[in-house]
């Protein structure tokens, strides 16, 4: 069995928050019951990524009253694979569990998963049997991306395997080496490696509010997944360039024969000449908009800023107290004046 970490914590809990206030009463009394069933000292980090409802109000609040939870407000909406790797960079315990706030990852499987770490696992997914209440556009397309994806990607990514997931500290700092700017982090942990295992679990509706992935963020997290784990766009590129090349060169002794034969077609071909131009234009934008793709990847990487910032954190310089002694405490506190 893992040994407890310095601060003190077996288990970490990630949540992340996104104008969840609708779900705020139920969750709060399902961690609650999770951390009471663990055993061994749990923390609940709740990373508000820039709610704008009452969520940050209760959170703090949350924060405040019990010593396990603790609140990581970043500055703005960073989105959703930003808040759970802010979660994550926070995380103390000796095996950190990342589950989103709508209930749609049940509490309980945390239990068989830490069941599986304990087995000798360092990474443990939740892999979705069914998706309840799910439209079946959202099935469709993820089905098609992930088939895609299979298909290009470099490294295998599970389908059906999302964000739900139990990490240990070995993995943790593996992960935490990772800086990348557009993250998938599904495809992270499966590139990491390590001995990965899988617990299955039906996946209920929304427990209450709204997605707060609408089609715009999803395109983005599948852009993410293809460009960040694939190189096969580029190869796409090149592919489609030498196919309208070699079509362009055949065109092009079709016209040399005519002329060479003296037949009298050749001037009428201009609706022909306008049908290739055009074609060849749009070839050209789509293949300088893939490799742009890349190069908008590299100038995000190259400014090297910070994946991003947190506002306020409650919770968690009691811990620290804890373990600094009063002095400390005292020195922290003049700093902060
Ligand atoms: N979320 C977030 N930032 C965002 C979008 C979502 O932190 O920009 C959180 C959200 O609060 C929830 C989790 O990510 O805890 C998953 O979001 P949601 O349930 O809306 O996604 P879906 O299950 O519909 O794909
Ligand atoms: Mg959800």
């Given amino acids: 069995m ?61 924060a405040r009253d019990d010593h396990r939870c603790r609140y990581l407000g970043l500055t703005r909406n960073f989105g959703h694979q930003i808040a759970i790797t802010a979660g994550m960079d926070a995380a103390k315990g000796d095996a950190v569990v990342v589950m989103d706030a709508d209930l749609q990852d049940p509490p309980e499987v945390v239990l068989d998963m830490i069941a599986k770490w304990k087995e000798g696992y360092h990474i443990v997914s939740g892999r979705r049997l069914a998706r309840d209440g799910e439209s079946a556009f959202k099935r469709w397309t993820a089905d098609l991306f992930y088939r895609l994806l299979g298909r290009v990607s470099a490294i295998e990514i599970p389908s059906d395997v999302g964000d739900f997931r139990l ?31 899988e617990v299955a679990f039906r996946r209920p509706p929304r427990a209450a509010g709204e997605t707060k992935y609408p089609l715009r963020k999803m395109l983005r997290l599948a852009v993410n997944g293809v460009i960040g784990f694939s190189d096969a766009p580029l190869r796409l590129a090149i592919w489609a360039g030498m196919s309208v090349s070699g079509l362009a060169l055949l065109y092009g002794l079709y016209v040399i024969g005519l002329s060479l034969s003296g037949s009298s ?51 968690f310089e009691r811990e620290r107290a804890a373990v600094d002694g009063p002095s400390e405490q005292i020195a ?3 700093r902060l004046r």
């Avoid at 700017?181 to 942990?189: I, K, T």
């Avoid at 749009?282 to 991003?308: C, Q, S």
Wanted: with cysteine; charged share 20%; aromatic share 8%.
């Fill in 2 to 62: 893992a040994s407890h970490s310095p601060a003190g914590v077996r288990y970490s809990i990630v949540i992340p928050i996104f104008n969840e206030e609708a779900v705020l009463p139920i969750l709060l009394r399902r961690v609650d019951a999770l951390m009471n069933a663990l055993d061994g000292p749990a923390e609940t980090i709740f990373v508000d990524d820039g709610s704008t409802d009452c969520s940050s109000i209760v959170l703090e609040a949350k």
């Fill in 167 to 197: 990490i240990d500290r070995q993995a943790l700092d593996a992960f935490r080496a990772m800086p990348e700017h557009d993250r998938f982090v599904r495809g992270m942990f499966a590139w990491l490696g390590f001995r990965a295992g």
């Fill in 265 to 315: 077609n050749l001037v009428t071909g201009w609706s022909s000449t306008i049908v290739i131009v055009s074609f060849l234009c749009g070839i050209n934008m789509l293949m300088t908009g893939i490799v742009g793709l890349y190069v908008g990847r590299i100038h995000a990487e190259v400014k090297g800023r910070p994946l991003y910032v947190v506002g306020r954190r409650i919770g």
């Fill in 332 to 334: 922290a506190v003049a």
